[in-house]
């Protein structure tokens, strides 16, 4: 017997932990992540769960940032993160606003190396 849809019992609410797009590497050692700390630690450390309130979410992200900081492919996952880019969660040791600062320098810097004329 299947139950009506309205009917059926309703998951409790969990942060979506998007897709993790990731690039191998070219050399030999296999893809950087395999040797990312996080994949030890809960994927709700580096994504937002909805509704956040903010000083949960700071104290998230100085957590994630903290195993950011011992992990041996931070750079690489931080370059994955710029370069897909990715909109959301703690990669590479920088939030997603961060990152987006990042960009934007990165941006204007590439403007004033092409037009070196308009630097001045």
Same mark, same amino acid.
């Given at each position: 017997?299947?139950? !009506?849809?309205?009917?059926?019992?309703?998951? !409790?609410?969990? *942060?979506?932990?998007?897709?993790? @797009?990731?690039?191998?590497?070219?050399?030999?050692?296999? !893809?950087?992540? /395999? %040797?990312?700390?996080? @994949?030890?630690?809960?994927?709700? $450390?580096?994504? *937002?769960?909805?509704?956040?309130?903010?000083? *949960?979410?700071? /104290? @998230? %992200? %100085?957590? *994630?940032?903290?195993? &950011?900081? @011992? &992990?041996?492919?931070?750079? %690489?996952?931080?370059?994955?993160?710029?370069?897909?880019?990715? !909109?959301?969660?703690?990669?590479?040791?920088?939030?997603?606003?961060?990152?987006?600062?990042? $960009? /934007?320098?990165r941006r204007r810097r590439d403007v004033e190396l092409k037009n070196p004329a308009s630097a001045a």
């Amino acid at each position: 017997m299947q139950l !009506p849809p309205h009917s059926l019992p309703v998951a !409790p609410q969990v *942060a979506a932990v998007p897709r993790q @797009r990731v690039p191998a590497r070219d050399d030999e050692a296999g !893809p950087w992540h /395999a %040797e990312a700390v996080c @994949r030890r630690d809960e994927a709700g $450390l580096f994504f *937002a769960p909805s509704k956040e309130p903010t000083a *949960a979410r700071l /104290a @998230r %992200e %100085e957590a *994630a940032k903290r195993v &950011c900081a @011992r &992990c041996p492919v931070m750079i %690489e996952c931080r370059e994955h993160a710029l370069l897909q880019p990715e !909109p959301y969660g703690v990669w590479g040791g920088l939030t997603a606003a961060e990152r987006r600062v990042v $960009l /934007a320098r990165r941006r204007r810097r590439d403007v004033e190396l092409k037009n070196p004329a308009s630097a001045a």
